[in-house]
């Protein structure tokens, strides 16, 4: 494993080489680590779900909304309320339109998406040009880290590149809503 702090001039380059190599990626985000790799990785994206002990989608994260937009089906009476959700740094589930995403990351022809409130990671989304994977790091069941020093010991064989912002203090995972027709829930 390959780590680096966010505050190097060369983490953007080195993290932008990462997913250009199929690589698995630890980064800090506005509310705990994230791990990720390309959404097209479908090796990358196994090796996560085995790193968790878990088949599960996962969500994206990207670096505007008007990115993914022309891809997510969503109702006009909705949006504002959507609106508020991603300005927020929260999660939406949400119906996408046919081929957008990768299957591997999706159920039921339905994306998580979340916009994050982070400006290395709006800078090396919106260099990358694409949204990338994104679930805490943490095996399923278990609270996520939030210490680099305590990511690197329990998982630092099995990533690839370790974005090193710190401990974060205090934090929990985003919000999750979901987005069914006209309803919307809060499911975290």
């Not at 800090?28 to 790799?37: A, E, K, S, V």
Request: glycine letters at 6%; a neutral charge; aromatic letters at 6%.
């Amino acid at each position: 494993m390959k780590r680096i702090s966010i505050d190097h001039p060369d983490a953007i380059n080195v993290a932008l080489l990462a997913l250009q190599q199929n690589q698995v990626i630890v980064y800090p985000t506005d509310t705990i680590y994230g791990i990720g790799t390309d959404i097209d990785n479908d090796s990358g994206i196994q090796k996560i779900n085995h790193l968790k002990k878990r088949e599960a989608p996962m969500s994206i994260i990207a670096h505007s909304f008007d990115s993914i937009a022309s891809k997510l089906i969503i109702s006009n009476p909705l949006q504002n309320q959507m609106n508020a959700i991603i300005d927020n740094g929260n999660t939406c589930i949400i119906k996408y339109k046919p081929r957008s995403f990768n299957n591997l990351i999706a159920k039921d022809n339905k994306i998580g998406f979340r916009i994050p409130n982070y400006p290395f990671l709006i800078t090396l989304l919106s260099e990358w040009g694409k949204p990338i994977t994104t679930t805490s790091i943490n095996t399923a069941g278990q609270q996520p880290l939030n210490d680099p020093d305590k990511i690197e010991a329990e998982f630092g064989d099995k990533i690839d590149l370790m974005l090193d912002g710190g401990i974060i203090k205090n934090k929990s995972a985003s919000k999750i809503y979901m987005f069914d027709k006209d309803n919307i829930s809060q499911i975290r």
